[in-house]
């Protein structure tokens, strides 16, 4: 059975840093080339797509975050790494890390319907200050 387990949340000033991780268990068989990718969700919205790291390695971002985070996977460990610099007020909320059902290659797997992402985390929650 596979879990994914998020870490790194918390509350800082624009302008700041945060690190989330999200700790994979089961067979590392299922992590090392499996499509992985954070979604958030602000208040009062619907869940979207931040980053992916797809099967081929190639990352893709959405153009909010675009410049200001960086994905990365470390098979060793069976964990995914958001790095968020800059962060601003609004990308307030809790952030989800999914792992996709199939195999997806380039930089736009964050963009697929949710649908296509059977396994998810609990989530850990973001607050960026003004």
């Known amino acids: 059975q596979v879990q994914l387990v998020e870490s790194g949340g918390g509350s800082v000033q624009a302008g700041g840093s945060l690190r989330l991780s999200c700790a994979a268990s089961?067979?590392?068989?299922?992590?090392?080339?499996?499509?992985m990718a954070w979604f958030r969700q602000a208040p009062g919205k619907g869940r979207e797509g931040v980053a992916s790291f797809a099967s081929d390695g190639n990352t893709g971002y959405a153009d909010s975050v675009k410049g200001r985070f960086t994905i990365s996977k470390d098979n060793s460990k069976n964990t995914l790494v958001l790095q968020m610099n800059s962060l601003k007020p609004e990308d307030t909320a809790m952030y989800y890390c999914?792992?996709?059902?199939?195999?997806?290659?380039?930089?736009?797997?964050?963009?697929?319907?949710?649908?296509?992402?059977?396994?998810w985390g609990q989530g850990t929650q973001v607050t960026v200050s003004s």
């Open positions: 999914a792992a996709m059902a199939d195999w997806c290659a380039g930089g736009a797997c964050y963009t697929f319907p949710q649908s296509f992402f059977p396994y």
């Open positions: 089961g067979e590392a068989s299922f992590y090392s080339t499996r499509t």
